[in-house]
């Protein structure tokens, strides 16, 4: 009978052994492949949003419960100015709807640098740094002090959060159609992901400021080169007059060490696309109303689409 058993035995230890061994090599192939890979993916994503009085009129409500099906597994910031009580006041209204959500303020968060932020901007609105500004971007002067100021605060929120996980700003006058997420997977090896702003389908063309990105939808994933890229941003904002998104354009052009990837074009279409056609919005996952100046055509835009 021993020698009957003995074989089966020594047979399903070796099988077990086999299944060991197999589990081991996987397990040694998987990280070899996580190490060879230039980037991985971050372990957790917030979503950063910043607002104003003005934009609780209903345009944050709007986006919120638009983009709210699709924010499970993510973190949602809310910045906001901690001086702003009428926002503040309307966001408290939404305590219940909004969840999990952080409510922060990057004066708290950042006070110092915050402050040499504000000297920047006061600066820019006395003409000694906007010299620049007019002969660049005239649409930045419509915008309202409070509108510039809110924009200056992304980058070092950014650069805060970014250290950890992987950050996406977006812009709430924008309206999430469907999941924006899958695109992004497919391009989560690369530092920054973002859309372009040209009325010209495509990616943008990064040596014309005319078909450049939008900065109302940019991801930063963890990395290294954070650290000297973001002083890059802050100055090159700075000379152009608190304009971040045009600071981001001047610094993503010097910096061919920072992986790039655009989304889709039809998936992530800017604003004059949708103005010109319209009916062209069945692919499009985020639809943002930029290209229009002032709440009320924007407000106009999404309800002429039935997205309001």
């Given amino acids: 009978l021993a020698q009957v058993i003995q074989p089966d035995c020594c047979v399903r230890i070796q099988s077990m052994r086999n299944a ?21 993916r ?18 944050f409500q709007n ?32 305590k219940a709807e909004l969840g999990t959500a952080q409510l922060i303020s990057a004066s708290e968060i950042l006070p110092t ?27 930045w002067d419509f915008l309202s002090p409070e509108y510039r100021q809110m924009m200056s605060r992304r980058v070092p929120l950014i650069q805060h959060y970014v250290q950890q996980c992987s950050v996406l700003h977006v812009d709430v006058d924008a309206v999430w159609i469907k999941d924006p997420f899958p695109a992004i997977e497919e391009a989560a090896d690369h530092d920054f992901i973002g859309v372009s702003d040209s009325c010209r389908p495509g990616p943008p063309d990064m040596q014309d400021d005319s078909k450049y990105f939008c900065g109302c939808f940019m991801l930063f994933n963890p990395s290294s080169k954070w650290g000297s890229f973001f002083d890059q941003w802050s100055v090159a904002t700075f000379e152009a007059g608190g304009n971040e998104q045009r600071g981001l354009g001047k610094t993503l052009k010097s910096r061919s060490d920072v992986s790039v990837a ?12 949708m103005l010109a056609s319209p009916g062209n919005s069945s692919d499009a996952a985020v639809i943002h109303a930029n290209y229009m100046i002032g ?7 999404f309800k002429s689409l039935g997205l309001w």
């Fill in 20 to 40: 060991v061994l197999f589990n081991i090599i996987l397990a040694l192939g998987i990280v070899a492949y996580e190490a060879a890979r230039p980037y991985s």
């Fill in 42 to 59: 971050a372990p957790c994503r917030y979503v950063l949003v910043s607002v104003n009085k003005d934009f609780m009129n209903g345009m």
């Fill in 63 to 94: 986006w919120f419960r638009s983009a709210k099906p699709f924010l499970d597994g993510n973190q949602l910031l809310i910045e906001v100015d901690r001086t702003d009580s009428e926002a503040r006041e309307r966001l408290a209204e939404m």
């Fill in 113 to 139: 640098v915050t402050g040499k932020e504000r000297e920047r901007e006061r600066d820019r609105q006395t003409g000694e740094h906007n010299s620049l500004l007019q002969k660049t971007d005239v649409l």
């Fill in 262 to 273: 655009w989304l889709p074009y039809k998936q992530f279409p800017p604003g004059c696309e």
């Fill in 295 to 301: 709440m009320d055509n924007k407000i106009a835009f």
